[in-house]
C-alpha cells in the first residue's frame, strides 16, 4: 500500500515533443505529490508538486495532471528540450512529515 | 542559494567495518532525513529526524545503523558493520516549510557507499 508505481521505465522524446510519465498510488492518505528530477552524479531536485485538492498545476513547460479517483498523477513536459534529459522520479507523502515514497524512476532522453 | 553538502562523495570500505556519512543540512532547517538510492533502483526512505530524536525508521534502519546530530550542525549516519548490500548512494535531505500546506524537500549530492 506505499508504493507508488511509476512508467515507463525509459523515455525517448523528439526535441519540441510532449514527454508523459504516469504514476499510480494505493495509499489515499497521501496527500502531497512532487516530481523529482535527477541528474547523473546528483540529488534528486524537487521539479513541481501538486496538492490532491487540484487537479492540475502548471509551471513554465511542467504540469501535473491529478486524478483523484483514480489514483493516478503524471507530469507533463511541453516542448520537450535535450536539457530536460534526466531521471525522473514521482513521490508521495502522507501528512506533512516530509517521509517521501518515490517510484522507480522514468529516465528521459530527448534527441535533438 | 542554500544546499545541502555531504561527505566524503565516495566511500570505499570493507565488509564488517564501520563508516559514518556525514550532511550538513540547510541553516535553519530543523527536519532531517536520509534516503538511500542502490544503482539503477529507486529512492527509499530510511529515516526522518527531528529535535535530536528518530522521528521514523524504515524497515531497512535495523540496529546497523544510527544517526546523530553531534554538533548541532552536522547530520550522520553510522553503518556499524557494513555488508556487501549497503552499496548504494545515500543522499540527506532537508526540509524547508513554505506554508501551511506546502514544503519543499532538498537533496544533497549524496555519499557512494561502496562495501567490498
Known amino acids: 500500500q506505499q508504493q507508488v508505481k511509476q512508467s515507463p521505465q525509459s523515455l525517448i522524446v523528439q526535441k519540441g515533443g510532449i514527454s508523459i510519465i504516469n504514476c499510480a498510488y494505493e495509499?489515499?492518505?497521501?496527500?502531497?505529490f512532487p516530481w523529482y528530477q535527477q541528474f547523473p552524479g546528483k540529488g534528486p531536485a524537487l521539479l513541481i508538486a501538486?496538492?490532491?485538492?487540484?487537479s492540475e498545476k502548471k509551471e513554465g513547460r511542467f504540469t501535473i495532471s491529478f486524478n483523484k479517483s483514480a489514483k493516478q498523477f503524471s507530469l507533463h513536459i511541453m516542448d520537450s528540450q535535450p536539457g530536460d534529459s534526466a531521471t525522473y522520479f514521482c513521490?508521495?507523502?502522507?501528512?506533512?512529515?516530509?517521509?517521501?515514497?518515490f517510484g522507480q524512476g522514468t529516465t528521459l532522453q530527448v534527441k535533438p | 542559494e542554500p544546499e545541502v553538502t555531504q561527505t566524503p562523495s565516495h566511500q570505499v570500505t570493507q565488509m564488517g567495518q564501520e563508516v559514518i556519512l556525514r550532511c550538513v543540512p540547510i541553516?535553519?532547517?530543523?527536519?532531517f532525513y536520509w534516503y538511500r538510492q542502490i544503482l539503477g533502483q529507486k529512492v527509499e526512505f530510511l529515516v526522518s529526524?527531528?529535535?535530536?530524536?528518530?522521528?521514523?525508521k524504515s524497515e531497512i534502519f535495523d540496529d546497523q545503523f544510527s544517526v546523530e546530530r553531534p554538533d548541532g550542525s552536522n547530520f550522520t549516519l553510522k553503518i556499524r558493520s557494513t555488508k556487501l548490500e549497503d552499496s548504494a548512494m545515500y543522499f540527506c535531505?532537508?526540509?524547508?516549510?513554505?506554508?501551511?500546506?506546502?514544503?519543499?524537500?532538498?537533496f544533497g549530492p549524496g555519499t557512494r557507499l561502496t562495501v567490498t
Open positions: 513521490a508521495a507523502s502522507a501528512g506533512n512529515t516530509g517521509k517521501l515514497i
Open positions: 495509499n489515499t492518505a497521501f496527500d502531497y
Open positions: 529526524f527531528y529535535n535530536n530524536e528518530i522521528s521514523e
Open positions: 541553516s535553519n532547517h530543523l527536519y
Open positions: 501538486i496538492r490532491p485538492d487540484v
Open positions: 535531505a532537508t526540509i524547508e516549510y513554505l506554508g501551511q500546506d506546502s514544503y519543499e524537500q532538498y
